[in-house]
């Protein structure tokens, strides 16, 4: 089955460190996003990319890096600029380029710093 | 970028019909409709979209007047397992596939 694979599913950080969050696809989707959820809230988006080897910063994407060096694969790295990283973080590709395409979403990563 | 508005929370019984509506003013012309449901601690589940009139399909049925200015998602006789997030979005038209999420409505459905 096709999908997104978001892992790890719970991942405890140290103050100053940086941690990386894995995302991969396999429905040959051409855009992916991170977004960022705290409890309460909608998703906020960190950054997305439309095509391998580039990307775009979203709203909220001080503290954060990723990089798309395979068209299935958006890791992001939670920096120690990252001031207050505890949140779940959602991964999610569509097929196009525009909002018009549904998102399918990974089961997510809840990141705690300890 | 089109912002959505919908109720914060709805209440609602087992068999009943939920109707939860959503406000896009500022929608454009080529931005589609589309619903999301979101369970704790897990991604959103695409619902529904629709560009207007009306969308059904085994889940639920989505209702868009002439106007496009608002959305009615639809769900027919809930059950427990549908007490969820739901979550309007509207696409921006500026080809960046961003899907701006509001809060949604939590929907809490009861024995």
């Known amino acids: 089955d096709g999908g997104i694979t978001q892992s790890p599913k719970y991942l405890f950080r140290k103050e100053g460190q940086n941690v990386t969050l894995s995302c991969e696809q396999n429905l040959n989707h051409d855009a992916m996003y991170w977004y960022r959820q705290d409890p309460g809230q909608g998703l906020r988006l960190i950054y997305y990319?439309?095509?391998?080897?580039?990307?775009q910063k979203g709203d909220i994407a001080e503290g954060y890096s990723v990089s798309r060096e395979k068209k299935e694969s958006f890791p992001l790295t939670v920096t120690s600029a990252q001031k207050n990283p505890t949140a779940f973080y959602l991964c999610?590709?569509?097929?196009?380029?525009?909002?018009?395409?549904?998102?399918?979403f990974g089961s997510g990563t809840r990141l705690t710093v300890v | 970028l089109a912002k959505t508005t919908q109720p914060i929370s709805m209440d609602s019984y087992e068999g009943q019909e939920v109707n939860i509506t959503c406000s896009h003013n500022?929608?454009?012309?080529?931005?589609?409709i589309t619903w999301y449901q979101q369970f704790p601690s897990q991604g959103p589940r695409f619902i529904i979209q629709?560009?207007?009139t009306k969308v059904t399909n085994e889940v639920a049925s989505l209702f868009i007047p002439a106007d496009r200015k608002s959305s009615t998602l639809s769900l027919p006789r809930v059950s427990l397992s549908d007490t969820a997030v739901y979550y309007c979005?509207?696409?921006?038209?500026?080809?960046?596939?961003?899907?701006?999420f509001g809060q949604g409505t939590t929907l809490q459905v009861k024995p």
């Open positions: 629709g560009y207007k």
């Open positions: 990319s439309q095509i391998v080897n580039d990307f």
């Open positions: 999610a590709s569509t097929a196009g380029t525009t909002a018009n395409y549904g998102y399918t």
């Open positions: 979005l509207v696409g921006d038209n500026g080809n960046t596939g961003k899907l701006i």
């Open positions: 500022n929608i454009a012309t080529n931005d589609y």
